[in-house]
């Protein structure tokens, strides 16, 4: 398996515009996560999928952050409008019944200007 | 809740030196502990795992006890390469099996 796959790896958007990062979790995991890294607040979670579900999505930041899993292998994070404070680098992860360990992604690296 | 207490650092090493990063964690029960390893630019990836008390996970040249009585799960390395140099996270399961807890992490450089 080719890994948790994440798309783009680097982008660059201006405050105002539309943010869309996608998702290809691990075939067969049934748990999917999207994670925010910035130096000053860490590795926080944002929101988790079971089986395409969304379980608990109390680390949005705001009403302009959204994720989808419409299917088994995908998921997109979407930021409208962003700000220059949403830049951060976006990880993706996924994880075989839950108490085994989250593989993650290259990340997405976010600059909003 | 779980929680994970990790040494936050940085820490800066030279090369050969010993290595112990710890951890401590507040679980209900007994769940697995992981440590992951953070390489510049890139994503989180399991280092090691224990999935039971006294289990020694082991990984690289890296080394961590699961330890129930002192609810600790160190990681070790006896002589660490400037390779090593990274971020690295404690993690385990919360209490539902669902998410996963991590630390804050821990930075190491290593200086040749």
């Known amino acids: 398996d080719a890994g948790v796959i994440q798309s783009p790896r680097h982008e660059v958007t201006e405050m105002g515009q539309e943010v869309t990062l996608r998702c290809k979790p691990i075939?067969?995991?049934?748990?999917l996560f999207w994670y925010r890294q910035t130096m000053m607040r860490g590795l926080e979670l944002l929101i988790y999928?079971?089986?395409?579900?969304?379980?608990?999505d109390s680390g949005m930041p705001e009403d302009r952050f959204s994720a989808k899993m419409p299917n088994a292998s995908f998921s997109t994070l979407k930021i409208q409008p962003s700000e220059p404070r949403d830049s951060a680098v976006y990880f993706c992860?996924?994880?075989?019944?839950?108490?085994?360990?989250?593989?993650f992604g290259q990340g997405t690296r976010l600059t909003v200007v | 809740g779980d929680s994970v207490t990790q040494m936050e650092g940085p820490v800066t090493l030279s090369e050969e030196a010993f290595l112990t990063i710890n951890c401590t964690y507040t679980?209900?029960?007994?769940?697995?502990l992981f440590w992951y390893v953070q390489y510049p630019g890139e994503g989180l990836q399991l280092l090691l795992k224990?999935?039971?008390?006294?289990d020694k996970g082991s990984n690289k040249g890296f080394e961590a006890t699961y330890r129930k009585e002192t609810t600790s799960f160190h990681l070790e390395k006896g002589s660490v390469q400037v390779s090593d140099s990274a971020v690295y996270f404690c993690a385990l399961p919360d209490n539902y099996g669902q998410n996963f807890v991590f630390g804050p992490g821990t930075r190491l450089s290593v200086l040749p």
């Open positions: 679980a209900t029960g007994y769940p697995s």
């Open positions: 075939s067969g995991h049934d748990y």
């Open positions: 999928f079971n089986n395409n579900v969304p379980i608990d």
């Open positions: 992860a996924s994880s075989l019944r839950g108490r085994s360990e989250a593989f």
């Open positions: 224990a999935t039971k008390a006294d």
